[in-house]
């Protein structure tokens, strides 16, 4: 945990187009924009001990992330739905941007969390891209079943236009992915050592390293916490229940379901250890969830471990 006596937490509550900062019990109205950063890292720099605790926006905080970090301030980027749970066990039923942002503060007090690291510009360029690629696959399956259910051949004619545009970006993007592959050595070495597992493939490995670039750097159970494949309990008394995963990085989780389709296939040691599970009567599903935990962890210890061999 972090050093709650060294740190100053200040809650930043972050909008499309502003940014409210809860510093020392005093509240700033900022813009999100670079003389908004600007602002506030002018704020920031009279209190050298300022941890800020924002929440993730699906993209708005990047840019005053990136700028903070640049100026090395300490941030911590917190799941929303966590956030807001602390909020309610602490009675705010009210949501304003001043509330949140204190809100924010109190969750840094109460939590100490470790900042986060920052990305490398490689990084963030994959992830860009990674995110784009998604977009277009989701919007492609979408594309696909309306296309099903379309009986006018004008719009057949469309969709099949359309959907062939969509082959295309995919292509572009990707395209994109390996070239900037090409230049970056470090990382093009980390996405080959994964790739080398079998059943996971350097699509897979891009995603899972956008998404969780702290991978090799953390241990078993951080690494199946972050990919949301740690199985928590649910125990009551003399109740047992069963245990799931929950939270984590949805799409790290979601690339690692395909690689664990295959590797079940075609790894010879986790298509054994699936085929143990199925044959001991865990359902399926529940034994491609074991086999996409076994993949992260050891995802994680192959880059942690470079000289480990992957003969399978």
């Known amino acids: 945990m972090n050093d709650k006596k060294s740190s100053v937490y200040a ?28 602002q506030l890292g002018k704020l920031l720099a009279l209190v050298p001990e300022a941890h800020i605790i924002c929440e993730a926006t699906g993209g708005y905080e990047r840019a005053v992330v990136a700028a903070l970090q640049a100026d090395q301030v300490k941030v911590s980027v917190i799941n929303p739905a966590r956030v807001r749970q602390f909020a309610r066990a602490s009675g705010h039923q009210a949501k304003t941007d001043p509330i949140d942002a204190a809100v924010l503060t109190a969750f840094g007090h109460a939590f100490a969390p470790e900042p986060t690291p920052a990305r490398s510009a490689p990084e963030a360029e994959l992830a860009a891209l990674v ?12 594309e696909n079943q309306r296309a099903d259910t379309c009986a006018l051949p004008g719009l057949q004619k469309h969709f099949r236009q359309w959907l ?8 572009k993007i990707e395209a994109l992915m390996a070239a900037l592959l090409a230049q970056q050595t470090v990382l093009e070495q980390r996405v080959q050592r994964l790739d080398d597992i079998t059943g996971v ?22 690494a199946a916490a972050l990919a949301g494949l740690a199985p928590y309990n649910r125990d009551s008394g ?6 799931h995963i929950s939270g984590g990085r949805a799409a790290a989780r979601r ?17 054994a250890f699936y085929q143990r599970l199925i044959t001991a009567g865990k359902p399926a599903k529940v034994a491609l969830t ?3 935990r076994k993949l992260i962890v050891l995802m994680n210890h192959v880059l942690k471990n470079p000289e480990f061999s992957l003969a399978n």
């Open 164 to 171: 062939g545009q969509l082959e295309k970006q995919l292509e």
């Open 290 to 292: 074991a086999v996409m």
């Open 131 to 142: 995110a784009r690629r998604t977009q277009l696959l989701e919007l492609r399956v979408a």
């Open 11 to 38: 809650g930043l509550d972050i909008a499309k187009a502003s940014l409210q900062l809860h510093l020392q019990n005093k509240d700033h109205d900022l813009a999100n924009t670079p003389a908004g950063h600007a």
């Open 255 to 271: 690339g690692l379901y395909m690689a664990a389709l295959s590797a079940s296939r075609s790894n010879t040691i986790l298509k």
């Open 201 to 222: 493939g350097a699509i897979t490995a891009m995603t899972v390293l956008s998404q969780i670039p702290e991978l090799g750097q953390i241990n078993r159970g951080q």
């Open 238 to 243: 003399q109740w047992s229940g069963k245990r």
